[in-house]
C-alpha cells in the first residue's frame, strides 16, 4: 500500500509567527492608541521617532505613512524639482523612481554590480551633469551600496547623497549604519520589510535641523503652525497605531536581524557545490538579509519545480525599472543595463525570515538539489 507523505509548506515569509510571538505586547501597544486616541502622529509615532533616531544614531526622525512618501520629502527637502536629474538604479522596487518622478525630476540610471548587486560607483561620475540635484543609492535585498565610493563622489561634487534604505533596517558600512551617512535616509516599515508595521509606514531620517523642520511640516499639510501654509504640503503622517507597533517592534530587530544572518550563512554554506549564484555579504559590510536571492539562468523552471515540492519563492525584480512601461517615455532599451537586466531574468528569492526553523530550510536547500539535477 502506497502511504500519502504530507509535504509541509515552506513558506517565503511567516509574519503570523512573527505575531504570535509578541501577540500581547502588541495588543497591549494597540490598546494605549485607542485610549488615548492619538491616531495621526502624536505620542506613540514621536516615541517611535526618537527611539529610532537612537537607534541609528541620528539627529532627526520623520515618521511618515509610507517609503515611499519617505523618497518623495528627502528629495522635496534636497531641493530636486521640475526638470532636474537624479541619479539611481534600474535595479530596484519600483518607488525609488516614484518618488523622483513626483518631484518632475528625471532618472538617470547606472547599472548595479552583480557581486553587491547595488549601485556600480564607478559608473556614477560619468552620468553627472549640471542637473543632477541627487544621487539615490538603493542598500539592495540588505546590502549595504558601496558608500565610501558614493560619499567621496557626493562631497567632491556637491551632489546630495539621498540613501534609498528601505530593506535595510540595521545594515552597516564599516560599521555606520545605512541611512545615517547620507543627507538623509529613508526607510520603509511596509510588513514584510525587516522592521515591518501592521500595516503602511515608513520614515526619513537626517542630521540636518532645517531638512527635518521641513520634512516634518510638509508630511502635515505644510503646517509651521496649525492653518498656515507655506509651500504646497502633504497628509503624510505616520498612523499612530503603527507607531506603538513599531516602537515594540524595534527592541527585536537586532535578534531578527541576527538571525537572518545566521540562516544566510547556512543558506551559503549549503549551497555552495550546487551551480547557482549565490548571494554575498561584501566587505566592511553588515547585510541584514531583507531578501536572499540567487541567480539562475532557468529560473522560472527552478521557481516551479519548488512550488510543486511546497517551497514558496518570490521574484526581486523580474522587470528592471529602465523597462518598464511607466518610463517608457525615457527610450530604454533591452541591453542599455546588463546587469540589472541579467539579475531580472535570473532572481530566485528563496524563503528567509527570522523564524525560519533550519528543517524548513533543509527543505529548502533539498528541493533545490531535486530540482537542480532534473534541469541539469
Ligand atoms: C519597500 C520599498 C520602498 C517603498 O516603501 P513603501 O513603504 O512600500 O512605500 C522603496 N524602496 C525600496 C527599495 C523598497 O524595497
New binding site residues.
Given amino acids: 500500500m502506497l502511504t500519502q507523505e504530507r509535504v509541509e509548506t515552506v513558506p517565503f515569509l511567516d509574519l503570523p509567527a512573527q505575531h504570535r510571538a509578541l501577540r500581547s505586547e502588541l495588543e497591549a501597544a494597540l490598546e494605549r492608541v485607542l485610549d488615548r486616541c492619538n491616531f495621526c502622529s502624536g505620542d506613540e509615532v514621536a516615541g517611535f521617532e526618537k527611539s529610532f533616531a537612537e537607534w541609528l544614531g541620528v539627529k532627526h526622525c520623520v515618521g511618515v505613512n509610507?517609503?515611499?512618501?519617505a523618497?518623495h520629502l528627502a528629495l522635496i527637502a534636497a531641493g530636486v524639482g521640475l526638470g532636474d536629474e537624479v541619479i539611481t538604479v534600474p535595479m530596484?522596487?519600483v518607488?525609488?523612481t516614484w518618488a523622483i518622478s513626483y518631484v518632475g525630476a528625471r532618472p538617470v540610471f547606472v547599472d548595479v554590480d552583480l557581486e553587491t548587486r547595488t549601485m556600480n560607483a564607478e559608473q556614477v561620475e560619468r552620468r553627472i551633469t549640471p542637473r543632477t540635484k541627487a544621487i539615490v543609492p538603493?542598500h539592495?535585498y540588505g546590502q549595504p551600496a558601496d558608500m565610501k565610493e558614493l560619499l567621496d563622489i557626493s562631497r567632491r561634487r556637491g551632489i546630495p547623497l539621498i540613501e534609498?534604505a528601505?530593506?535595510a533596517h540595521g545594515a552597516t558600512y564599516r560599521g555606520r549604519p545605512v541611512g545615517a551617512m547620507g543627507q538623509s535616509g529613508?526607510f520603509?516599515?511596509?510588513p514584510g520589510?525587516n522592521l515591518g508595521a501592521c500595516g503602511?509606514?515608513?520614515a526619513v531620517v537626517t542630521d540636518d535641523d532645517d531638512l527635518a523642520r521641513r520634512m516634518r511640516a510638509l508630511r502635515d499639510h505644510a503646517q509651521s503652525r496649525r492653518y498656515h501654509h507655506e509651500e504646497v504640503g502633504f497628509n503624510y503622517r505616520m498612523d499612530g497605531f503603527q507607531g506603538a507597533v513599531l516602537s515594540v517592534k524595534l527592541k527585536y530587530l537586532e535578534d531578527w536581524n541576527d538571525s537572518r544572518r545566521q540562516l544566510a550563512a547556512r543558506y551559503q554554506r549549503l549551497l555552495e557545490d550546487l551551480p547557482l549564484e549565490v548571494p554575498v555579504e561584501a566587505p566592511g559590510r553588515r547585510h541584514v538579509w531583507h531578501l536572499f536571492v540567487v541567480l539562475h539562468p532557468e529560473r522560472d523552471a527552478l521557481q516551479r519545480g519548488l512550488q510543486s515540492r511546497g517551497v514558496q519563492t518570490g521574484l526581486h525584480y523580474p522587470v528592471p525599472v529602465h523597462l518598464q512601461t511607466a518610463y517608457k517615455h525615457l527610450y530604454h532599451q533591452v541591453g542599455d543595463f546588463p546587469v540589472a537586466e541579467r539579475i531580472g531574468r535570473e532572481c530566485l528569492t528563496l524563503p528567509m525570515f527570522p523564524s525560519m526553523t533550519w528543517s524548513q530550510q533543509d527543505q529548502v536547500v533539498e528541493a533545490l538539489h531535486e530540482v537542480l539535477g532534473e534541469i541539469g
Fill in positions: 509610507s517609503g515611499t512618501s523618497l530596484t522596487f518607488a525609488t538603493v539592495l534609498d528601505a530593506q529613508c520603509s516599515f511596509y520589510k503602511e509606514g515608513g
